[in-house]
């Protein structure tokens, strides 16, 4: 079973920007896609963004596109969401799964555990 560690969280101000790390304890598979997801309090944990671990495709919802990216580093099994233009409206919990494939991580139940999440809060 793989682990996944999230870090890079913390408050910024409205139009700061972070750099989410989410570091996978063992082998990700080239077909699988890797993603970014985010839970407030009584609201659904939702997709972020995703990746396709073997060639970098990648997927974003669409109140994020244009200000994250979510990128990979192939040999440090570790995936990152850089963040910009952060709005209020981003603060949240931020976590990291895997699914099947880059459909599957944003449409299917995730292949992993969750892990502790890092927080994201953003002031106005």
């Known amino acids: 079973q793989v682990q996944l560690v999230e870090s890079g969280g913390g408050l910024v101000q409205a139009g700061e920007s972070l750099r989410l790390s989410c570091a996978a304890s063992?082998?990700?598979?080239?077909?699988?896609?890797m993603g970014w997801f985010r839970q407030t309090p009584n609201k659904e944990r939702e997709f972020v963004a995703g990746?396709?671990?073997?060639?970098?495709?990648?997927d974003y919802e669409d109140s994020v596109k244009g200000r994250f990216r979510i990128s990979r580093d192939y040999p440090a099994n570790t995936v990152y969401l850089q963040m910009n233009s952060l709005k209020p409206d981003d603060t949240a919990v931020y976590y990291c799964n895997a699914g099947s494939s880059l459909y599957d991580v944003r449409w299917s139940t995730p292949l992993f555990s969750w892990g502790q999440g890092t927080q994201v809060t953003v002031s106005s």
């Open positions: 990746i396709r671990w073997h060639d970098g495709t990648t």
């Open positions: 063992g082998r990700i598979v080239g077909s699988y896609g």
